[in-house]
């Protein structure tokens, strides 16, 4: 398996993590990359708004549009203009967004334990350093 091309691997492991995620919330409303979606706004404090989501997820503006869109359409989240500067719209989570938290946040976080399980926490932060490089190194 060494001998397969960085790009490969990573491939290969993001394909089995979004089989994971998408069987994780096959009894739930919302697809795998709304999921995600929902995982991030669940776990943040400040306010969050579409160009966050575009920049966390490496998304295009229509990309995350439609995505939001979708989650808007099932009940998920609703999205506020800011007073200051209406073209910015801050997203708000509704009760039946927030009714999943514990579901959504202890799924995802049981992917992350099984991927990092028997790597020593240090390799998993020089794979993540190395992630990052990697991500820097393609940024379109």
């Known amino acids: 398996m060494n001998d397969f091309p960085a790009a490969f691997l990573i491939g290969k492991l993001s394909n089995r993590i979004r089989r994971r995620i998408t069987e994780m919330a096959s009894d739930l409303p919302y697809t795998g990359a709304q999921g995600k979606v929902l995982h991030y706004l669940l776990a943040q404090k400040e306010n969050v708004y579409q160009k966050d989501i575009e920049e966390n997820f490496s998304l295009r503006p229509s990309s995350a549009t439609e995505v939001l869109k979708k989650m808007e359409d099932a009940g998920l989240l609703y999205r506020v203009p800011e007073e200051k500067d209406a073209r910015l719209k801050r997203i708000i989570l509704t009760e039946k967004a927030l009714s999943f938290k514990d579901v959504?946040?202890?799924?995802?976080?049981?992917?992350?334990?099984?991927?990092?399980?028997?790597?020593?926490?240090?390799?998993?932060?020089?794979?993540?350093?190395v992630c990052a490089k990697m991500i820097d190194n393609i940024e379109l």
């Open 104 to 129: 959504v946040m202890d799924g995802l976080d049981n992917v992350e334990a099984d991927i990092s399980r028997g790597i020593k926490p240090k390799d998993i932060e020089t794979f993540k350093k």
